[in-house]
Each structure stands twice: as structure tokens, then as C-alpha cells.
């Protein structure tokens, strides 16, 4: 088992490295998460790991071990009502001030293995076919390669994509190939995959009209949700809306933005008044 003192030096690395907060009580969890790396690595525990990382002159170690830290959890249209709101409430609020054939910048930051940008793609096709929609680019970064070499291949299990995922879906916008099933090419083609880590500055990638940061703020301590959400607001387009993760909040952090209703789930950066 882990000592105190190597938990409170992952604990330092992770929220160094990725805003990652770990609680004291999370000891035994981190323990049994290591074990598998441990293990690859030739070690006997987390505990060895930790050692190891003193003996090498690089940090690479160090990446891995924080990579094995974070929460991977996702699936296709994760929380159905807010997708709802996002299909009937939010994208029609931001592309009512635009031109007919503008074209939408949205960036799913914090994406994970690609359920949620691949979502966001069937769902605007889906707007689309129904007349509604618009051209979209859809930028999806996470700060973990491992989880992104899966995101860009685009192949999921069974099991995969019955989260979230209705067969008429499933049938219209994946192809079968084998036990596995891969995003259709067209529906691959709108999201584009990159690295990206939410404590470095994402202004280069911006101005995006629409950000979903979904379920990942909630792993950060309130300076780093703070710093990361404002960094954020820099990103958007003067009149985007960034959407967050089922319960998760904001405004109680920063009065970078405002809510635009009761559940707290779009925001709208905080100076943006509609034109009358
Ligand atoms: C729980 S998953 C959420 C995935 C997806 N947004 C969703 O709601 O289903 C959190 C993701 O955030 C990523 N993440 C955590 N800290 C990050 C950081 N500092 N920069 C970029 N991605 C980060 C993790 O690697 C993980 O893939």
C-alpha cells in the first residue's frame, strides 16, 4: 500500500500536471489504480512506482502515472436531458444570431474516447438532415494519448454503444465490423482530435461558438476549476455557450459567465447582452 507521503506526491504531481484534485481518502483508491501499471512496469506496488520515478531522469513515468488517474468515464448522449436541451434549446439560441450558412466551431474539451464529439457529429448531421443544422468543425481534445488513440480510431464495443446509443443510430451512422463497430467515415470526418491539456492557455484553438467541458472540472480543486473555466471564456466566441456536465456549476467560481437558465448547465460568457 501506498505511504502518505508517496499519495501526497502523486496527489502533487496530478493536480500540477492536470488540475487532478485527490482527497486524502482516495489512498486506497490510487493504489488499486496503479497496481495494473505497477505492474507493467516491473514493479511489485504502487508504492515501488513511486520509487521508481526517482531513479529516472525523465517524467515520463510521471505522465504515465497521472494518465492512469484520470476518469475515463463517458458514453454516447450522456445525460439524454441535457442532449435534449442542447438539440432544442442551445444550438437554435446560438445559430438564431447567425448567418443562414454560418458555419459552427464547437470543441468538446475533455473528450475522452470520443462518445461525446462523435454525439455532438451525429447530432448536428441529425439538425442538419432536419434543415436545421449548419456546417460544423468539431475539435476534440483530452490531455491523455492513450485515450485519444482510441477516441481517433473510432471503433467501439458492443457493450459501447448500446450506452447511450438508440439502434436506429447504432444502424444509421456505424457500420459492423466484426464483434466491433466503427463510426461511419462521414460522421469520423467532422471531428478532428487533438492533444490538449485545460491548464495551458487554448486561445490558439479559438474562437469557438460552442464548448461542451463535461464531467472533467469536476476532478479539479476550485482554483484550478476557477483558472480552467476562465481560460475557457477566453476561448469563446463573444456570443457562444459553454456547457457543462449534468449538476456541475460555474458561477459559484467565477463570474466569467452567466447562466442562461435555471439548471445551470449553458453559460454564456458573463458580458454577452443580446442584441435587442
Ligand atoms: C470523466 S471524462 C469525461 C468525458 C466526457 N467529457 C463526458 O462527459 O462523457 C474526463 C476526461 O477529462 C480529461 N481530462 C482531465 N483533466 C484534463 C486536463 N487537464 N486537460 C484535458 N483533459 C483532461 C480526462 O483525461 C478524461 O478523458
Known amino acids: 500500500m501506498l505511504t502518505e507521503a508517496q499519495f501526497a506526491l502523486i496527489a502533487r504531481q496530478a493536480k500540477r500536471r492536470v488540475g487532478l484534485a485527490l482527497k486524502p481518502d482516495r489512498l486506497a483508491v490510487v493504489d488499486a489504480r496503479l497496481a495494473?501499471?505497477?505492474?507493467?512496469?516491473?514493479?511489485?506496488c504502487a508504492g515501488e512506482l513511486v520509487q521508481a520515478t526517482q531513479e529516472r531522469s525523465d517524467d515520463l513515468l510521471w505522465d504515465a502515472i497521472v494518465d492512469a488517474l484520470v476518469d475515463p468515464s463517458t458514453h454516447f448522449f450522456r445525460d439524454r436531458a441535457a442532449w435534449r436541451a442542447l438539440a432544442e434549446r442551445a444550438i437554435p439560441d446560438i445559430l438564431r444570431g447567425r448567418a443562414p450558412n454560418a458555419r459552427l466551431r464547437i470543441w468538446s474539451a475533455g473528450c475522452a474516447t470520443g462518445q461525446e464529439p462523435f454525439s455532438l457529429a451525429?447530432?448536428?448531421d441529425e439538425?442538419?438532415?432536419?434543415g436545421q443544422g449548419a456546417t460544423t468543425e468539431i475539435v476534440a481534445t483530452d490531455v491523455s494519448a492513450r485515450l485519444l488513440d482510441k477516441a481517433t480510431a473510432g471503433i467501439f464495443s458492443q457493450f459501447e454503444v448500446q450506452r447511450?446509443?438508440?439502434?436506429r443510430r447504432m444502424i444509421a451512422r456505424f457500420e459492423r465490423i466484426g464483434e466491433m463497430w466503427r463510426v461511419m467515415d462521414r460522421v469520423r470526418a467532422a471531428v478532428r482530435f487533438e492533444a490538449h491539456n485545460l491548464m495551458s492557455e487554448p486561445a490558439a484553438?479559438?474562437?469557438?461558438?460552442?464548448?461542451?467541458?463535461?464531467?472533467?472540472?469536476?476532478?479539479?480543486?476550485?482554483?484550478?476549476r476557477k483558472a480552467t473555466l476562465e481560460r475557457l471564456a477566453g476561448a469563446l466566441a463573444e456570443d457562444g455557450m459553454l456547457m457543462l456536465g449534468a449538476g456541475e456549476h460555474a458561477v459559484d467560481v467565477t463570474d466569467a459567465?452567466?447562466?442562461?437558465?435555471e439548471d445551470g448547465l449553458f453559460l454564456r460568457n458573463a458580458y454577452w447582452r443580446r442584441a435587442a
Open 36 to 44: 495494473p501499471l505497477a505492474r507493467r512496469e516491473g514493479c511489485a
Open 122 to 124: 451525429i447530432l448536428m
Open 127 to 130: 439538425l442538419r438532415e432536419e
Open 164 to 167: 447511450g446509443l438508440s439502434v
Open 205 to 224: 484553438m479559438g474562437p469557438f461558438d460552442l464548448i461542451l467541458c463535461r464531467n472533467v472540472l469536476c476532478g479539479m480543486d476550485d482554483e484550478d
Open 257 to 261: 459567465f452567466s447562466r442562461t437558465g
